[in-house]
């Protein structure tokens, strides 16, 4: 596939995965679109899917070879895809991910950031929290 081909299908991704639609984003796939491929800013659609609560695409996504603690880098979009979804308190689409080998303790912005449970913890979303705790994720240390 020539290059203004994956151009073309990696753009046509993100719209589907904007859209929510999971079998749009399918047939892109099938078709030859990267699951994988940041935009031009570095954005990824697996991190573009979490942020946005689109568990049906991220399954889709994941199940077509999309790494699930791949760091998004695009402006505004920083960081991993499990971290975006806990940050929302988008609680299925962290279940998926948790499901294809999310690490529940990978600090973002290359291991210097925040996990997800801390992110789903200051964001007022305890049963997001409640489901990174039960997949490993570590209590952070009480100062005393």
Excluded: I, Q
Excluded at 16 to 39: E, I, K, T
Excluded at 44 to 50: D, F, G, I, K, M
Excluded at 89 to 100: I, S
């Amino acid at each position: 596939m020539n290059e203004r081909k994956r151009k073309k299908y990696s753009r046509r991704l993100f719209e589907a995965v904007l859209d929510g639609d999971a079998s749009r984003v399918r047939a892109l796939l099938r078709a030859g679109a990267d699951p994988g491929r940041p935009d031009r800013e570095g954005t990824t659609p697996l991190y573009e899917a979490s942020v946005n609560g689109r568990t049906g695409v991220a399954r889709v996504l994941l199940r077509a070879g999309a790494a699930p603690d791949a760091e998004s880098a695009g402006l505004g979009a920083e960081g991993t895809p499990l971290c975006a979804a806990a940050c929302w308190g988008h609680t299925a689409t962290v279940r998926e991910l948790l499901a294809h080998g999310a690490d529940p303790n990978l600090r973002e912005e290359h291991g210097t950031g925040r996990t997800p449970l801390e992110w789903a913890r200051d964001g007022g979303h305890p049963g997001t929290a409640d489901v990174l705790v039960a997949a490993g994720a570590a209590l952070p240390a009480r100062s005393g």
